[in-house]
T-cell receptor
Framework: GDSVTQMEGPVTLSEEAFLTINCTYTATGYPSLFWYVQYPGEGLQLLLKATKADDKGSNKGFEATYRKETTSFHLEKGSVQVSDSAVYFCALMDSSYKLIFGSGTRLLVRP | NAGVTQTPKFQVLKTGQSMTLQCAQD?????MSWYRQDPGMGLRLIHYSVGAGITDQGEVPNGYNVSRSTTEDFPLRLLSAAPSQTSVYFC????????????FGSGTRLTVV
């Protein structure tokens, strides 16, 4: 079945550092891809999405590009802030329109 | 504010007890779903519903029941709680099959002792 694999955390960075969180997927066809963010004590919020190959999703300085050839959707940000500390989930929407999540990556940004 | 409301936020149960986790949305969304979140495992789908009167099983349905008598409400029932059901539970909804706008509730943290 469809699945999502993302890098294990925690990822610890200093403020203003460059962030990459790797995400790869296995799916039949070309699913829509998502990044969700979960701040402490809260539910998940959609961060960005891409619906077809070579699309780039972006929001709040975060970016991810849908790479069909490498089945990847890596999350990047050029300069992280303390307020970006959260858990980040990569997900795909399968052919039945259900979301399938990766295991999540915790990001900790130190001042 | 419009959104997905989950109650309670926290609950402790004894093994064998039953309870219902409530989920309500006021956005007239057709699709609703329940996930559980466990450390290192991401979110796994328990049950989902594509509209009132229609429910189906997700990845981990055992030990849980759902019903959808109205568009707004989608309660999750634990019939006989087990320690393996200790988790954080999230309800989510979206409008229609083509919509990507999932809205998540703030979660219910359940501990079974």
């Amino acid at each position: 079945g469809d699945s999502v694999t993302q890098m294990e955390g925690p990822v610890t960075l200093s403020e203003e550092a460059f962030l990459t969180i790797n995400c790869t997927y296995t799916a039949t066809g070309y699913p829509s891809l998502f990044w969700y963010v979960q701040y402490p004590g809260e539910g998940l919020q959609l961060l960005l999405k891409a619906t077809k190959a070579d699309d780039k999703g972006s929001n709040k300085g975060f970016e991810a590009t849908y790479r069909k050839e490498t089945t990847s959707f890596h999350l990047e940000k050029g300069s992280v802030q303390v307020s970006d500390s959260a858990v980040y989930f990569c997900a795909l929407m399968d052919s039945s329109y259900k979301l399938i999540f990766g295991s999540g990556t915790r990001l900790l940004v130190r001042p | 504010n419009a959104g997905v409301t989950q109650t309670p936020k926290f609950q402790v149960l004894k093994t064998g007890q039953s309870m219902t986790l409530q989920c309500a949305q006021d956005m007239n969304h057709e699709y609703m779903s329940w996930y559980r979140q466990d450390p290192g495992m991401g979110l796994r789908l328990i049950h989902y519903s594509v509209g009132a009167g229609i429910t189906d099983q997700g990845e981990v349905p055992n030990g849980y029941n759902v019903s959808r008598s109205t568009t707004e409400d989608f309660p999750l029932r634990l019939l006989s709680a087990a320690p393996s059901q200790t988790s954080v539970y999230f309800c989510a909804s979206r409008q229609g099959l083509e919509s990507y706008g999932y809205t998540f509730g703030s979660g219910t943290r359940l501990t079974v002792v």
